[in-house]
């Protein structure tokens, strides 16, 4: 492994890329309208022109990170000089206005209450700051889905071995044919002991997405908190976290929600948030009847970044948050059944249903080791791809069918 990592940064290093196109944000002063047709391609290959990629690049990675359209980088560009001009206190004092703005925003975006909404800087730290500041007790059970991220298993394990509380993990059928077989698993392992359900809501390792409203509302009947991890689908689902019903909610802005970069949400329902206990205390901070202002308080912070948030949303409501999700959908759909039809030696690790999935789809090439394909889909063919439960492809609204057929063939020939 280290000798291919070693020999794909020499690649990296020794690749010309003296014929990139020149980002041109072309179509930046043109006025930004929702699609009035799904299927007009046109559109859609006129809305990738709102992004700095290059022609002869696409980026098929949103589950990992997103380029930010034309006014999100733009409003970053500008309060980053405007900050480097005037570092005074005295300044700097318009980013807390910026940051109300931004919470606020965000809040009435994903469905919840300013006060229970927190900005922190990635899906992990608002993760962990559950995970470290709820006070569980030996005896106590968390159950999480063996598909969690890192930052909702790793993290819970490594609490549970130092406070005592029992870990039980779940699995779920690799092509659920009802929700009932996602729902189960979860009720069937609840005892007297269990206090909190923890969950991707879409799975980064297989694009699997859960019921997630059907699972939180089942566990509050019963008592039970839950934690939805939401790196995967804040910006590619339509949110309502009121609606969802659960306890903790955690994500990214800069995956689906195409934001600024080093940008979390933390979401606390208001009646436990005198339960999670501060991780982090920074200089400033008091006690407070906020979760930003009790939460993430955490010193110095690249404050242009969270002051752009109000522009990567406004950007989402412009489109239409349910034609982003209908457009992703017709995206994966298409990319599903092209790769059925040219590449049918690929063996599917994402649902094929687009009931059980989310803007993921991760396939294995027989015989291909996965960083090598994706290395190769890069280097020869300009495709942003994952090594990530298999060859992941995240295809979000800058991408058309045009780059679906476009990477479909190179799938096939790089599996060949």
């Not at 489109?319 to 059944?337: F, S």
């Not at 080791?369 to 298999?390: M, R």
Request: net charge neutral; hydrophobic share 40%.
């Amino acid at each position: 492994m280290v000798t291919h990592r070693r020999k794909f940064l020499e690649q990296l290093l020794a690749a010309s890329f003296t014929g990139l196109a020149i980002p041109s944000f072309a179509n930046a002063g043109e006025q930004l309208l929702p699609p009035d047709n799904l299927s007009d391609e046109q559109y859609w290959e006129n809305l990738k022109k709102q992004f700095a990629v290059p022609s002869n690049l696409i980026m098929m990675n949103a589950a990992n990170l997103c380029p930010s359209p034309h006014s999100v980088h733009e409003r970053i560009i500008e309060l980053t000089k405007a900050l480097n001009q005037d570092v005074s206190f005295q300044y700097r004092s318009v980013f807390a206005t910026f940051r109300k703005k931004s919470i606020a925003t965000l809040a009435q975006f994903v469905g919840a209450d300013e006060s229970e909404v927190g900005i922190t800087r990635n899906t992990s730290e608002s993760n962990c700051m559950i995970v470290h500041g709820l006070d569980l007790k030996p005896g106590d059970e968390v159950i999480l889905w063996e598909q969690n991220h890192p930052s909702n298993k790793d993290a819970w394990m490594s609490q549970a071995k130092r406070i005592g509380f029992v870990i039980k993990k779940i699995s779920l059928p690799a092509q659920p044919n009802s929700t009932k077989e996602l729902m189960e698993p979860f009720s069937n392992a609840i005892t007297a002991n269990t206090k909190l359900i923890a969950f991707s809501h879409v799975s980064n390792t297989s694009g699997m997405a859960l019921p997630a409203k059907d699972i939180c509302w089942m566990a509050k009947a019963r008592g039970i908190m839950t934690l939805v991890d939401g790196a995967q689908s804040l910006g590619s689902m339509n949110i309502d976290l009121h609606d969802m019903g659960c306890t903790f909610y955690a994500a990214s802005t800069h995956k689906w929600l195409m934001g600024p970069f080093e940008n979390g949400v933390i979401y606390i329902q208001k009646d436990y948030f005198g339960r999670i206990s501060p991780a982090v205390i920074g200089g400033g901070w008091k006690e407070a009847t906020t979760v930003d202002a009790q939460l993430c308080v955490l010193g110095q912070r690249n404050e242009p970044s969270p002051a752009a948030l109000p522009e990567a949303l406004a950007f989402h409501e412009t489109l239409g948050r349910r034609n982003i999700e209908k457009r992703i959908v017709q995206l994966t759909t298409y990319l599903k059944e092209q790769i059925k039809s040219k590449v049918p030696q690929a063996v599917f690790v994402t649902p094929l249903s687009p009931d059980f999935s989310g803007g993921i789809v991760v396939i294995n090439l027989p015989g291909k080791e996965i960083h090598e394909v994706t290395d190769k889909l890069y280097h020869k063919y300009g495709i942003a791809t994952a090594p990530s439960g298999g060859i992941r492809l995240s295809p979000h609204v800058y991408n058309t069918m045009k780059d679906i057929d476009f990477t479909v063939k190179a799938i096939g020939e790089v599996g060949a």
